[in-house]
């Protein structure tokens, strides 16, 4: 089910359990707002294995103009996004914000819940008066992002330490 306010709840089928529930009742995973804090361990894990959730804290994460949104499963953080209020030198707009550490924990891929998170940082941005959202996807992603709409820059770049991105943008309406 889903509702409009900024909470989405999705229901996972069996299929899509992988045995996470030893009975065959439905899991619902809940699409919120969260705190900065709350992705750090997801970034730690899945973004940036190998280093300290404090390496993990970005500048920006507790301005006012920056929101975190969780895949929330019986209260475990499961899937994050960040979006930054932030201008970009290829978008004339200042009216942007920048998508950061998109990551879901491995054992719930292909369910559904980057689109959903995506979908929820998206909405938030238009209710600030975003007209663009933009970012350094890592190449492995581009594919989930062309189909969720975003433009993409196929000239590849290297960032240290993280690996080859490309930058892609969507224009919100």
């Given at each position: 089910m889903i509702s409009?306010?900024?909470n989405t709840s999705v229901s996972l089928n069996e299929s899509e359990q992988n045995n996470h529930k030893e009975n065959n009742q439905k899991e619902t995973v809940e699409i919120r707002r969260i705190e900065a804090y709350e992705t750090l361990s997801?970034?730690?894990t899945v973004l940036r294995p190998g280093q300290p959730e404090s390496e993990c804290v970005f500048p920006g994460d507790d301005e006012p103009t920056t929101f975190h949104f969780g895949a929330l499963l019986n209260n475990n953080v499961i899937g994050i996004v960040s979006i930054f209020s932030q201008e970009h030198e290829k978008i004339s707009s200042t009216r942007c914000f920048r998508i950061r550490a998109m990551a879901t924990d491995p054992e719930y891929r292909h369910l559904g819940l980057g689109r959903k998170l995506l979908q929820a940082a998206e909405h938030h941005a238009r209710q600030f008066g975003a007209?663009?959202?933009?970012?350094n996807a890592r190449t492995v992603a581009q594919d989930f992002y062309k189909k969720c709409?975003?433009?993409?820059?196929n000239t590849i770049f290297n960032i240290e330490d993280?690996?080859?991105h490309i930058w892609i943008n969507k224009t919100l309406s």
């Open positions: 409009s306010t900024d997801l970034r730690s007209e663009y959202l933009w970012a709409g975003y433009d993409l820059d993280i690996g080859p």
